[in-house]
């Protein structure tokens, strides 16, 4: 069975800084791996989705990188703003359509 | 388009008490599917439909039922609440069944059972 775990669970960083939120899976099997946002009340945002074939994605100051492999994905924010304040999702996806989600980064950017 | 709409927002129940939680989107989506979400852990899927007429259970069904009338519509209900079932719930759909296909989740219903 699937296993995505998030390190750290909590991140607070002055405003400015470099974010880097980690995920790691078991299962190297996968079809694709998403990072999701999460707001307090909202659903969830959709940010980066990278193909098992590929090893990165990037979206304006976000940066995603995969290992299958190592089972590992890092999400990089550039230059972090107090509206990146939030719950980051590592999702992954297999070839059947199964999702497991981890249990979430939640990240607070101090002005 | 509205997307995924979820109501009601907040909810408390009393243990053995039944409710129905409401799903909606506007998008013509095939699937969609209910999630719980719980302190320090990830989504689990309890619920899912790839179309009006078809659902199946995901990985923790026990406790809620679903069905799908409609394409908009995908209820899901609680028959005789417990303390466990305290949690917060998303419904979320695609235009097809993942992985190929990009889910849009609704923005959660807050349950407490006392």
Not at chain 2, 92 to 100: E, H, L, M, V
Request: a negative charge; hydrophobic letters at 30%.
């Amino acid at each position: 069975k699937q296993e995505v775990t998030q390190i750290p669970a909590a991140l607070s960083v002055p405003e400015g800084e470099n974010l880097v939120l980690n995920c790691s899976f078991t299962d190297s099997a996968i079809y694709n791996l998403q990072w999701f946002r999460q707001d307090p009340g909202k659903g969830l945002t959709s940010l980066l989705l990278i193909q098992s074939s590929q090893r990165e994605q990037t979206s304006g100051r976000l940066n995603a990188s995969l290992d299958k492999s190592s089972g590992r994905s890092t999400l990089y924010i550039a230059a972090s703003q107090p509206g990146d304040s939030a719950t980051y999702l590592c999702v992954t996806t297999d070839s059947w359509g199964k999702l497991q989600f981890g249990a979430g980064t939640q990240v607070v950017v101090t002005p | 388009n509205a997307g995924v709409t979820q109501t009601p927002k907040f909810q408390v129940l009393k243990t053995g008490q039944s409710m129905t939680l409401q799903c909606a989107q506007d998008m013509n989506h095939e699937y969609m599917s209910w999630y719980r979400q719980d302190p320090g852990m990830g989504l689990r899927l309890i619920h899912y439909s790839v179309g009006a007429g078809i659902t199946d259970q995901g990985e923790v069904p026990n406790g809620y039922n679903v069905s799908r009338s409609t394409t908009e519509d995908f209820p899901l209900r609680l028959l005789s609440a417990a303390p466990s079932q305290t949690s917060v719930y998303f419904c979320a759909s695609s235009a097809g069944t993942p992985p190929d296909n990009e889910q849009f989740f609704g923005p959660g219903t807050r349950l407490t059972v006392l």
